[in-house]
């Protein structure tokens, strides 16, 4: 299948430090990340793929990878964060927002490599992807969170998203945060996003 790629949103493109120092890319996904973006998922431990996709799979299927990386950059954004070993391109975290039907709310979700973990970056991922909801017109992010996943549940919380019992399954979390105009000047405006 054929696939056009209208308005990759190069502004979006960053490189940042985390705590320890190390330098990472940040840039929207692109089609021809597909096997760098397989290679990240075959590559979580079986805790952090259940945690991310909450079911077991060892790799996304063939449909899913190809809605993964062929986004349209407004109702589906994506953002990898990439470093280079050894010369050879490395996808270390992912994190993306879907808008729904309603053309308001919008799904997020986030996965960090395992060894990249609680360094900052899944919070790094987070802040942006919701800095470019709101350029988008969501005005509510949304989500659904294993009980059990506390590292989840407390970057949640630190970004600001409250956090309820989902009342139809006892083993997730709904995760919710209102958007606000005011973040677009402030926060977002200082991570370099458009007032
Ligand atoms: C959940 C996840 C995205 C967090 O990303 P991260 O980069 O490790 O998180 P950060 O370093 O930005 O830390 C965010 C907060 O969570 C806390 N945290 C991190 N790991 C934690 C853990 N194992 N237990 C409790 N808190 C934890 C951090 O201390 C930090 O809180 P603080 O600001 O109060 O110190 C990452 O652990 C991951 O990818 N897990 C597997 C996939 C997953 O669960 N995805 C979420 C499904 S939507």
Known sequence: MSYTIEH??????????????????????????????????RELSATSRHSRFMRMLRELPSGLLARFTQVDYRNHLALIAE??????EVVVGEARYAIADDGESAEVAVAIADAWQGRGLGSLLIRRIACSAI????????????????????????AGFEVTLN??????????????VQEKGGPCAEMGFAA
């Open 8 to 41: 990759y949103p190069v502004h979006l493109i960053d490189v940042v430090r985390l705590r320890g120092g190390e330098r990472v890319t940040v840039r929207p996904i692109l089609p021809q990340d597909a096997a760098v973006t397989q290679a990240f998922v």
């Open 83 to 88: 470093m280079f070993v050894d010369g050879r």
């Open 167 to 180: 009342p139809d399954h006892p083993e997730l979390m709904r995760i919710l945060k209102c958007l606000s």
């Open 135 to 158: 350029a988008a017109g969501v005005t509510r992010l949304t989500g659904d969170v294993l009980a059990s996943n506390h590292a989840m549940l407390q970057l949640a919380r630190r």
